[in-house]
């Protein structure tokens, strides 16, 4: 790593086909004892990124109570219903202006810990760079991007998040191989959640 990288936890979405009440959002869904959101902050507080940035949107007020002891800053995206690619932008804008790229946290990865960000860290290259994790030739998140794509960053719309851009940047996307599956397993709805604290939740 070249220089500072800062870390932005998305928890702003609305999550449709997880929610099963309007109280019970899948930001605060609990894995082995710890809500998905504070999970996801804790494991970012504990890596070498250099600042984390938490993006609230649908119950911002109960996401932030969640990790309101933990050392981040937390920005509110008022237009999250517009999809993800609104958080991106909200959260770009709040990053340091030192910063030589940004780590873009999904908070629906438990598997996910502050030793796969580091790993990510490690193959970040500065402001040109765009460090992909994978695992046998699937891509997953988080996605890093070098201060050089922030403007790309700041023009996407819609539901897709970074996707779009990541196939116009191809050439300069490096491919980082983990040596496991599970820190890019995502949770999508609450059956799923429920699996995943059977199999891997510690109380």
Known sequence: MTGPVSGVVLAAGLSTR???????PK??????????????????????LGEVILVTGHAAESVRSEV???????????????GQ????????????????GTMFLPIDQPGLDAAVI???????????????PTFRGRRGAPVTFGRAWFAHLDGLRGDEGARPL????????EELELDSELPL?????????????????TP
């Open 118 to 132: 580091d790993r990510l860290l490690g193959a970040f290259d500065g402001p040109d760079s765009i460090v992909v």
């Open 27 to 48: 930001q605060l869904y609990r894995i082995g004892g710890e809500s998905l959101v504070r999970r996801t902050c804790r494991a970012a507080l504990a890596s070498a």
């Open 18 to 24: 997880f929610e099963t009440s309007p109280d019970k």
């Open 166 to 173: 990541l196939r116009e940047l191809a050439a300069h996307v």
């Open 185 to 201: 397993v995502d949770i999508d709805t609450e059956p799923e959640a429920r699996s995943w604290n059977e199999r891997h939740g």
């Open 68 to 82: 309101a002891d933990l050392d981040l800053r937390a920005v509110h995206n008022p237009s999250y219903a517009d």
């Open 85 to 100: 690619s609104a958080s991106v932008r909200c959260g770009l804008a709040a990053v340091g202006d030192d910063v030589e």
